[in-house]
T-cell receptor, first 114, second 115 residues
Framework: KNQVEQSPQSLIILEGKNCTLQ??????????LRWYKQDTGRGPVSLTI???SENTKSNGRYTATLDADTKQSSLHITASQLSDSASYIC?????????????WGLGTSLAVNP | DTEVTQTPKHLVMGMTNKKSLKCEQH?????MYWYKQKAKKPPELMFV???????INESVPSRFSPECPNSSLLNLHLHALQPEDSALYLC??????????????FGPGTRLTVL
C-alpha cells in the first residue's frame, strides 16, 4: 500500500533550538518527495522537492535529506524561530504511467516557544 | 507573479444556497487543482484541470461543479451542500501535470462553513 508516515506527530521546542522531523514512505513507483510547511488555516508552502538522485537539499534554515534505498527522508530546521510554528507535511509523488498522484503524510505539528 | 489567489477567504452558506469559489494564477501554469482539507488531515484531491480541460475527478459529488473559464482562472460552484462539506478548500497550480517535479503552488484557501 502506498503510504507516507511521519514522526513525531507533534513537537515542542524552544526558540533558537534545532529539530529534525522524519518521514518514511512505501510509495512505488517513486517520482519525488517534497516537504511543505502549512500554517493553520492557510495553504501549504513548498520548502523542498527532491528526486531519487538528490540526497540533500537546503532552503535557508531548512535542510531536507533523502535516502531512496531505505525510503526515508528528514527535514532539519536550524536555529528555530517562532514563525516556524506550523505543520510540516511530507508528500511523495507516485508516478505510475498515467497515474500520477500525491501521497500525503499526516504532518508533524511543530510549536516553537519563546 | 508567483502567487495563487483565492476568493473569498471565508464563506458561510446555507444548504440551499448557491455560491462559487474563485482561484486565479498568473504564472502561466497549465494545470490547476482543487483540494478539500478537513482539520488535522492532509488535503484531498478533488479535481484536476489540464490545459483548461477536466483531467481528473476524484469521484466528487455533483453538488461540487468545477469550471475553468481560461488558463488563469478556476472556479468551484457549490450547490445544495451538506454540513459535512465544511472545510478549507485549496486551489493549486503547476506548470503542467507531467514533468519530473510537478511542483504545485497552493493558494491561501477558502474556509467554507455550511450551516
Amino acid at each position: 500500500k502506498n503510504q507516507v508516515e511521519q514522526s513525531p506527530q507533534s513537537l515542542i521546542i524552544l526558540e533558537g533550538k534545532n529539530c529534525t522531523l522524519q518521514c518514511n514512505y512505501t510509495v512505488s513507483p517513486f517520482s519525488n518527495l517534497r516537504w511543505y510547511k502549512q500554517d493553520t488555516g492557510r495553504g501549504p508552502v513548498s520548502l523542498t522537492i527532491m528526486t531519487f538522485s538528490e540526497n540533500t537539499k537546503s532552503n535557508g534554515r531548512y535542510t531536507a535529506t533523502l535516502d531512496a534505498d531505505t525510503k526515508q527522508s528528514s527535514l532539519h530546521i536550524t536555529a528555530s524561530q517562532l514563525s516556524d510554528s506550523a505543520s510540516y507535511i511530507c508528500v511523495v509523488l507516485l508516478n505510475a504511467g498515467n497515474n500520477r498522484k500525491l501521497i500525503w503524510g499526516l504532518g508533524t505539528s511543530l510549536a516553537v516557544n519563546p | 507573479d508567483t502567487e495563487v489567489t483565492q476568493t473569498p477567504k471565508h464563506l458561510v452558506m446555507g444548504m440551499t444556497n448557491k455560491k462559487s469559489l474563485k482561484c486565479e494564477q498568473h504564472m502561466g501554469h497549465r494545470a490547476m487543482y482543487w483540494y478539500k482539507q478537513k482539520a488535522k488531515k492532509p488535503p484531498e484531491l478533488m479535481f484536476v484541470y489540464s490545459y483548461e480541460k477536466l483531467s481528473i475527478n476524484e469521484s466528487v459529488p455533483s453538488r461540487f461543479s468545477p469550471e475553468c473559464p481560461n488558463s488563469s482562472l478556476l472556479n468551484l460552484h457549490l450547490h445544495a451542500l451538506q454540513p459535512e462539506d465544511s472545510a478549507l478548500y485549496l486551489c493549486a497550480s503547476s506548470q503542467d501535470i507531467g514533468g519530473v517535479y510537478n511542483e504545485q503552488f497552493f493558494g491561501p484557501g477558502t474556509r467554507l462553513t455550511v450551516l
